[in-house]
């Protein structure tokens, strides 16, 4: 059972990473910051209790294989990567820039740890089934997890891969969806509407569970549970908020796709760490 | 090369792959094979009953069967995925692109049923820019062999390669003009045949067509010198062999059942422009769909028949002493 203790830390963390990824996107001038922002706590969750890795030795053959499917996300992973030790803080300021590591979307050759190469939508969930299917027929006993956004739920690759993986009883995947509602265009079921999102899952041979994605103990319990499931893939549906922990850009899908400029991020950043103040105190 | 293109045996390019596929599935356990619905007409099916554990079928589902592919080759297997080459590398392009070529995994990519030669099927099932859909992307080496004895050799070649790699084969059976002994390493061009005096025209012929580039050398042989070369290899290209020959004959022929944009001859006259301009003729298909028909009267009104080959040789060497 996780401890009281353990969980502030993980949400501390989701914080520390929340501020990483804000002031990584104003020195970058370009990229996504609701979602990165929105995923921050299930990031910290994986990174700093879920995942089974060592950040010293990313190639390690028993590692928890995680691949992002939805690769315009990748600044959270970057700051969940480097605050978890995989490489220096300051990296993560090389975001978007000529010759870094850390590419605009990710790059698995690029970057030691980075499972693969993503950013084009609806790919990720067939990449982690071959995978997973792989591991599977050696007997390998990593899991492997795969996050998705909901906008690419509109994608025909995405629904190829739920079919096989549903059809071949991929036990060993656990996939994660960022339902935050929303897509470049506006909100997705204004967009494409994808509901009823567990059904359709449930119709393709998936185990699914539903969370809010921003409690640290539903998301580890969620795993947990994923882990028990024997004969299904499971999908966690993690509700999320888009922009979390910024109040001015909750929920406001035009922050889909647009960084803040300097005085934005400045009130950014001071929110973020009202916040961070308010879990340490709350826990103390 | 026989002089009597009558004894030469027949056979499907894809058989070669097939055979190949059987005994790597012996010789090498990490190899698996994947299917979208079609492990008869794409040759897996001896494979998928002697190793069913390592037959994964995917279904219609060509963007899955890339990405799949590439989940597996990241695990650390050697996955071949077979279809139809309008279907992939057609329509799983980008997955191809993304998660195959930019993740730089060894998937080894069989394209069936491409060129004209796909017959009554009509123009959705003829695969005419394959080649030029592969060949634009890093680290893909493309392979088109010339016929069943050389698509085995490719297919074990592509294995043992670490990288991703496109074959290209063909749904008719055609001539068997390599043995068993002929050379084979992926990047090396293979001369097919060389007339008794200096060159004034090389050939670079590629896929089962070269058949009818010798045929066209053979109708010459006494009317004007020529090499004709077997280009195997797309890319990377043996530009060392091209280069050697374009020089010594001043005029050159690229002959292949596919578009003339982007394909075989577009890479050669890359590599001449850059290196070495010389006059060149481009059999092949000029801009256009096919259609519906047999073979050889698509091979003949599309202009890739021996006559059209040596209609080709000639113009170009007359064009030397314009």
Known sequence: MITQQKIKEIELQAEAIRETIVQMLV????????????????????YFYILNHDPKNPQWQERDRLMLSNGHIVPVRYAAMAHAGYFPIEECLTLRKFGSRLQGHPERLRLPGMET????????????????????????????????????QDAGNTWEAAMFAGANKLSNLTAVIDRNNIQING????????????????????????IDGHNISAIISAVEQAKA???????????????????????DYRWHGKTPNKEEAARFLAELRTMKGKIQSEHE | MSNNKNILKLAYTRDGFGRALLELGESNPNVVALCADLAESTRMLAFKEKYPERYIE????EQNMATVASGLANYGKIPFMASYATFSPGRNNEQIRTTIS????????????????????????????DIALMRVQPNMTVISPCDEEEAYKATLAAAAHPGPVYIRLAREKTPVMTTKETAFEIGKANIMWEADHAPEVVVFATGPLLHNALLAAKELEHAVPVVVINIHTIKPLDADTILKYAKEAGAVVTVEEHQIAGGLGSAVAEVLAAHCPVHMEFVGVQDSFGQSGEPKELIDYYGMAPSHIAAAIRKARARKSA
């Open chain 1, 229 to 251: 499931i024997y004969e299904k893939p499971t999908l966690i549906l993690a509700h999320n908020i888009p922009g979390k922990g910024v109040k001015e850009i909750e929920f």
């Open chain 1, 27 to 46: 020195a970058a001038g370009s990229g996504h910051t609701a979602g990165p922002l929105g995923m921050a706590d299930i990031f910290a969750a994986f």
């Open chain 1, 187 to 210: 909100m997705t079921e204004d967009v494409m509407p994808l509901e009823n999102l567990r059904a359709k899952y449930e119709a393709f041979g998936w185990h699914v569970l539903e």
């Open chain 1, 117 to 152: 190469t993503s950013g084009p939508l609806g790919s990720g969930l067939g990449q982690a089934s071959g995978y997973a299917y792989g591991a599977r027929m050696d007997g390998s006993k990593f899991r492997v997890y795969c996050f998705m956004s909901d906008g690419e």
């Open chain 2, 102 to 129: 930019l993740n730089n995994l060894g998937v080894k990519i069989v394209g069936s049923h491409a060129g004209l030669s796909v017959g009554p099927d009509g123009a959705t099932h003829q695969a005419l820019e």
């Open chain 2, 58 to 61: 995917l279904g219609v589902a």
